[in-house]
Structure formats: structure tokens, C-alpha cells
């Protein structure tokens, strides 16, 4: 493909597009913002667009986006050599002063290094110069764990956007050098700058600690960024509509950040925190100006209903002829008016997640609601017109037996003969699905030291799960493997001595059990290994804000099968704080 048909597809897109931003760069900071991911996937993730409208509201900043492209349009730009551009003015990425990278999933780890040499960039940061532009990796995995994707950025940007972009402003406004950038990044929060830092391993390859280089002043560990209040702040929204897009026209929007119910497996839980609600007007102003684009809202939120206002909120929008869409609900929230209020809107599908079918299991992983409760919901959810049901399972799960197993197919039934109850006399039936995956010990959890079950009891356990459920009518169960989820973790847990696999992988067209061998990387020992007596774990250069002595007692707690009950209200949230701190 050449410059002229890259183009001319550009412009093509931006056709379709209501609500991009172009800016005379002229003296403007010049940012080129990637979703390492494909234009359908990436403009449908709110974090990217969320921060596309932050930089563009900066009067001296200008941003350009630009996206990995369809394999057949990848494979003619590798071939002709042809410089990648952006969007907006379809000026090479290259060119640009800042090219960032908003990373949601570990799986595009190796299309952030497609982009950089399809942009004619350096895919590690010691191989650049002051002539490259400064490659700055930020959104969720950033959170979790930075550390495999280390090498390749000149800056990790860990925290929420909206804390993030004015300091980034402030340090291009002061710097006199790129040297000078990079410490006055350092010396910002949420900022951290891999070059400034040596990690330090011990005699078993564990990692034993970080140097920051003694010139620099970069602190050990760098803070998270994050905003104290929503109130100030515009909730995160769709800002550019296309139908181009996994979510068609759908107007998305945050409603809460943070959730206090802390679940033992869940990283957003606790490095969300603390639960902050986005005003109300706002976003209702927002869904209106929005409705001219928009037929559907999609609810953002880890915990929908810790909003207090939530009820008001979808009247509102019903009120204004959308039709509803929250991600996921928490069972302890379905409320009859909240449930009847979806299904005027003309919602068919509500998503749950039980995690798994036992209570005894549930106490372990600190999920704070029953059987009973979850088939009372159930009952409502059913009851009220509402023909299908998703559901979120877990496998591999701490101190989980062969009984666990069955309780998932028990209470599956259960909820089943729910459906069949209120959907025969309808005269429609419904369909459940359900989508289980294997637990990957997260980084910046209960379960951060803990080894993911070993390769063969996870096939095992996948193997009996599907044998307990075939056959069922009307239920779908969606397993992921095991090699799936092995590769996931290995990106998840990994530290710096993984980017040479993400860099195999890049190479070989996505062949990860050749990419290790390539590197030489143990996967096994990220893993498969008890971190417990680990001096240092590779995500401690971020601080998120939790404790190592939390997580220790939480882990406790979920031996003895203990729960930690979540505050009820909102604002006893922050009366939590000072203890997880």
C-alpha cells in the first residue's frame, strides 16, 4: 500500500466519523495516540477515547490517532516500506513529537512493536535518539504490571488519564532537553521512566529490587496517578461516533470509577479505589447532546449500582428513548426498579457473575453473595421479561475441588429451570451463557504470589467441567484454554527478561510457544512459581496505593473461607482508605 492509498482510506474513515478534532500543528505539542489494536477494536474502548479528547482539549496540544491496520493492508505496508500515518492529517507517525500507546490487553503487547517499526521508530527505548519521537506506553496494563513492555517505552504512563495529561503538558512546556524531559517526567506522579531504573535480581532469578540511577532522583517506588474526586471532571464518553466499530453507534459512558467490594482475583477492584461517582447532570447533559448519534447507552462501571443515583439515572435515559446496556451488574445490586427500568428500555441480556457454584468457594475469593441470593436475582431477572442471562465462571480458583466443579453445573441448572419457569408460558425460550475462564494470579492482588495451576490439572479440570454440562438445552459454556490463558499470565507476571519473547513473537506471526524457546525465557518460572518468599515482586516499582501487608491478610482470610464485608454506601469508602494504605 502507498501513501496515496493510506490517504485515501484515511479520509475514507473520517467520512463516517462525527466528532474528531483536527488542529493546525503549527506549534503545538504533536501527539500520535495508537490502539495497538484494529480501528473496529480501538474506537470502541473508552480509555482511548477518553484520552484523545483530554489531549485535544489542551489548547496547545494537538493529537492524531492511528491504529494497526487490517492484515491485508499490514502485510502491503510491510512489503512497500511505506511510512504508517495518522488519521487526522495523514502525516507519518513518525513525525510527531510524542507517539502514545493506550494499552487494554496483554495480547497487543506485540502489535505496540508492529506499530513502532511500521512508524519507522526503534522498538527499544536505548535504541532511540532526541530525533525519534518519545514513546510513551500507557492505559490499563499499566495498572497491573508495566515491566514486560519496559524496554520499549521511554515513559510508562501509570494512572488515570485525567491526572496524567496536564502533567505531561507541564514537563514538554519546561523541558530544555530530552534528557531534562525525561527527569522532569520522573519527578511527576504516575510517571515512571524505565531507563532511570536497574532492576536487580537475586541468585535464583527472582527479582530483588530497583536502583534508580543515582543522577536521577526518580523515585521507588512511582506513585500511580490518580484523581482524588469525579466532581470536576467530565465522565469518560464516547466523543467520536462511527459505525465502524465493535459497538456500532453506541453511546458508552462511565458512570462510577473504583468498586469496594474486593473481590481477591480482581486487579480493577483495588486499583480503582477509591469508588468515585461522576455528577449526575453531567452525565445526563452528555447522553442528550449524544442522542442525535446514539440510540443504545453501554453503562461503564466495575459496581453500576454504587452510583447513588442510579435509578434516576436510567429513567432518565429511558426517558430520553435509549435503549440500556450496562456491562456486567453485581448480583448484590439487582434491584426490582433497576431491573424493570432495563427491560423498558428494551434490554434482553443481562450479564452476571457468579465466579463460581459453591458459597464455600465464593467466601475464598471474597465474592459476598450466596446461591440463594444469586437465584432469588435470578427469579427478578426472568420474572421481569428479560429472556437471557450471561454468565462469568472461574476455574483453577485457590483450595477449588472436583465439587466446586459440580456446583457450577448445579447451579447453572437452577438458575436454567428459572428461565424455563417464566419463559414457557411466554412461549420463548432464552439461552444462558456462560464464559469460564482459568484464574491467572493478578498482579496487585490477593493472589499475586500465588502460581497459576499447573498445564494439566487446568486441562483436566476444563475436560470434567465440559463432560458435567453437555447436553444442556438452551446453555452455552464458552471454556478458554489453558495454552490461552499460560501465555496471558507469562505478559501478566512477567518482568523486563520477557520483552525478548514479545519481540520473538512480533517476528513470527503470534507463534508464542516458538517465541520463548527463541528468547530463551522460562515461562514456567513466572508461571508456575510460589512468589511468596519473592523479596520484591516486578509490578512494587508501581505503587497502586495497597499494601503488601493487606494483600498478605486477605490471602489469610481466604484460607479460613472468611469474607471482607464492603462498606454499603459510597461514601463509607473512605473510611476504608486508611486502613488498605
Known amino acids: 500500500m502507498n501513501s496515496w492509498a493510506q490517504r485515501e482510506r484515511a479520509r475514507q474513515t473520517l467520512a463516517k466519523e462525527v466528532g474528531y478534532s483536527v488542529k493546525p500543528h503549527g506549534d503545538r ?33 494537538v493529537c492524531e490517532r492511528f491504529f494497526l491496520p487490517p492484515k491485508q493492508e499490514l502485510a502491503e505496508l510491510i512489503a512497500t516500506r511505506a511510512p504508517l500515518v495518522t488519521l487526522e492529517s495523514q502525516t507519518p507517525v513518525g513525525d510527531f513529537d510524542v507517539v502514545a500507546f493506550s494499552v487494554s490487553f496483554e495480547w497487543d503487547y506485540a502489535n ?78 504516575g510517571f515512571y521512566v524505565p531507563s532511570l531504573y536497574e532492576p536487580q535480581y537475586a541468585a535464583d532469578g527472582s527479582l530483588s529490587g530497583y536502583l534508580a540511577l543515582p543522577s536521577s532522583e526518580a523515585p521507588v517506588p512511582v506513585r500511580k496517578a490518580a484523581l482524588t474526586t469525579t466532581e470536576a471532571v467530565d465522565p469518560p464518553a464516547t466523543s467520536i461516533f462511527t459505525p465502524d466499530t465493535e459497538f456500532g453507534s453506541r453511546f458508552l459512558i462511565e458512570v462510577v470509577r473504583g468498586c469496594a467490594n474486593l473481590c ?12 468515585r461517582a461522576f455528577p449526575t447532570e453531567r452525565i445526563l447533559e452528555l447522553a442528550t447532546t449524544a442522542r442525535a448519534h446514539a440510540s443504545r447507552v453501554g453503562l461503564v462501571s466495575i459496581a453500576l449500582c454504587d452510583h447513588p443515583d442510579i435509578e434516576h439515572i436510567l429513567a432518565s435515559l429511558a426517558g430520553l428513548g435509549y435503549s440500556i446496556s450496562p456491562a456486567s451488574l453485581r448480583l448484590d445490586d439487582l434491584t426490582e426498579p433497576l431491573v424493570r427500568l432495563l427491560r423498558q428500555s428494551g434490554e434482553r441480556t443481562i450479564t452476571i457473575a457468579p ?17 440463594e ?10 420474572a421481569s421479561g428479560i429472556e437471557n442471562l450471561k454468565l462469568y465462571y472461574m476455574i483453577g480458583l485457590p483450595t477449588e475441588t472436583d465439587e466446586d466443579l459440580v456446583a457450577i453445573r448445579d447451579l447453572t441448572l437452577q438458575i436454567h429451570e428459572r428461565m424455563l419457569k417464566y419463559a414457557r408460558p411466554r412461549g420463548q425460550i432464552g439461552r444462558i451463557v456462560a464464559s469460564v475462564n482459568p484464574m491467572i494470579p493478578k498482579p496487585g492482588t490477593a493472589y499475586q504470589w500465588l502460581p497459576m495451576n499447573d498445564a494439566a490439572l487446568v486441562d483436566a479440570k476444563i475436560k470434567r467441567l465440559r463432560s458435567l454440562v453437555a447436553g444442556i438445552d438452551n446453555v452455552y459454556f464458552n471454556i478458554k484454554s489453558e495454552r490461552h490463558s499460560f501465555y ?44 511468596s518468599h519473592d523479596a520484591v ?29 464492603p462498606p454499603k454506601r459510597a461514601q463509607e469508602n473512605a473510611r476504608l482508605l486508611p486502613v488498605l494504605q
Open 355 to 371: 465466579e463460581t457454584g459453591s458459597d464455600r468457594l465464593r467466601r475464598v475469593v471474597n465474592k459476598t453473595v450466596t446461591n
Open 112 to 189: 505496540v512493536l508492529t506499530l513502532l517499526r511500521l512508524a519507522g521508530i526503534p522498538r527499544r527505548a536505548a535504541e532511540r535518539t532526541p530525533r525519534h519521537p518519545l514513546v510513551v506506553i500507557g492505559g490499563a496494563v499499566t495498572f497491573v504490571n508495566p515491566e514486560p513492555l519496559a524496554p520499549f517505552a521511554d515513559v510508562v504512563a501509570a494512572g488515570e488519564g485525567e491526572a496524567l495529561v496536564p502533567a505531561l503538558r507541564r514537563a514538554f512546556a519546561a523541558a530544555t532537553s530530552r534528557a531534562d524531559l525525561l527527569r522532569l517526567l520522573a519527578a511527576e506522579r
Open 537 to 565: 515482586l516486578p509490578w512494587d516499582i508501581i505503587d497502586g496505593g495497597m499494601k503488601r501487608s493487606f494483600f498478605k491478610n486477605e490471602y489469610e482470610k481466604a484460607l479460613r473461607e472468611e469474607w471482607t464485608l
Open 373 to 382: 441470593e444469586i437465584l432469588d436475582r435470578a427469579d427478578l431477572i426472568f
Open 488 to 531: 496471558q499470565a507469562l505478559l501478566s507476571l512477567g518482568d523486563r527478561r520477557v520483552a525478548s519473547a514479545i519481540e520473538a513473537v512480533e517476528r513470527n506471526g503470534g507463534n508464542w510457544r516458538a517465541a520463548v524457546t527463541e528468547a530463551g525465557v522460562d515461562a514456567d518460572f513466572y508461571v508456575f512459581r510460589d512468589r
Open 29 to 61: 505539542l504533536r501527539v500520535a495516540l495508537a490502539f495497538p489494536n484494529t480501528y473496529w477494536v480501538g474506537m470502541s474502548n473508552l480509555g482511548f477515547q477518553t484520552v484523545y479528547r483530554l489531549l485535544n482539549a489542551e489548547h496547545d496540544v
Open 264 to 275: 481477591r482475583f480482581c486487579w480493577a477492584g483495588y486499583n480503582y479505589l477509591p469508588v
